[in-house]
């Protein structure tokens, strides 16, 4: 049952339900990492809206080299997103059985080298920024783009900025209903999507209930921490091609 369970989050053929689940997995994952990596590296790798600003900030400030080394971290997570939408339509192309495995297989396997050696990356630097905090943005971009593509852009997991913006407006919604409602007691739901309005607070919530334990894992254990999500990841990617053929 496990290993079916497992199987059915990344297999090729979707449903809400598999979306949801992959998508707190991914979200948790995506908060450790980000609040993880924040000790390690000073950085929250995934918000891109804040580099951005940040690289515009220190331009009007005449600190170029910073600028320039915000950019290059938003270009590294850019790069993450391209290699998940390259790899997943080469998947498609070649008629793959299992078309989200190679990207998993990947982001584990920079999870375990930034595990094992981050470190010794950050003693090495472009543009003045460590290999540690560009690995990490490439990764956030390569999760992001994953589970976009997996949903269909309904799922986002690597910053909550658009979840907690929806779970508003579909607060507003409901509260509005229910004022109205005593006035108006055959007026219909205002548009409220239950569904959406669920999806968003359990995304946020898994978000930071990953980010409680990256941030806990680095303090305690350090870098080593994200050893364990990235054989999590493997067991995830891998589970499909574990079921029995009968079960393919």
């Given at each position: 049952m496990p290993l079916h369970y497992l199987s059915?989050?990344?297999?090729?053929?979707?449903?809400?339900?598999?979306?949801?689940?992959?998508?707190?997995?991914?979200?948790?994952?995506?908060?450790?990492i980000n609040?993880?990596?924040?000790?390690?590296?000073?950085?929250?790798?995934s918000h891109m809206t804040g580099m951005l600003s940040e690289a515009a900030d220190d331009f009007v400030l005449g600190r170029w080299l910073a600028a320039l080394a915000a950019l290059f971290m938003l270009l590294s997570f850019a790069?993450?997103?391209?290699?998940?939408?390259?790899?997943?339509?080469?998947?498609?192309?070649?008629?793959?059985?299992?078309?989200?495995?190679p990207v998993l297989l990947l982001e584990a396997a920079l999870l375990l080298v930034f595990g094992l050696t981050g470190t010794e990356l950050q003693t090495h630097a472009l543009v003045t920024v460590s290999l540690t905090t560009v690995l990490l943005c490439y990764l956030m971009g390569l999760q992001n783009a994953l589970i976009t593509k997996?949903?269909?852009?309904?799922?986002?997991?690597?910053?909550?900025?658009?979840?907690?913006?929806?779970?508003?407006?579909?607060?507003?919604?409901?509260l509005y209903w229910r004022r109205v409602r005593k006035l108006l007691p055959d007026q219909e739901l205002a548009g409220v999507n239950i569904e959406k309005l669920r999806l968003c607070s359990?995304?946020?919530?898994?978000?930071?209930?990953?980010?409680?334990?990256?941030?806990?894992?680095?303090?305690?254990l350090g870098f080593v921490a994200t050893v364990p999500i990235a054989l999590g990841l493997i067991t995830l990617a891998l589970a499909p091609n574990l079921k029995p053929r009968s079960q393919k």
């Open positions: 059915a989050l990344t297999s090729p053929k979707r449903t809400a339900r598999t979306n949801l689940h992959l998508g707190i997995a991914l979200a948790a994952i995506a908060g450790a609040a993880g990596g924040f000790l390690a590296v000073g950085k929250y790798t790069a993450g997103a391209a290699s998940t939408a390259m790899m997943i339509h080469f998947a498609r192309d070649h008629r793959m059985r299992y078309i989200y495995t997996i949903s269909n852009a309904e799922i986002r997991t690597t910053h909550v900025t658009g979840l907690v913006t929806d779970l508003g407006i579909e607060l507003g919604k409901l359990v995304l946020v919530a898994a978000f930071f209930g990953g980010a409680l334990v990256g941030a806990a894992g680095f303090k305690h």
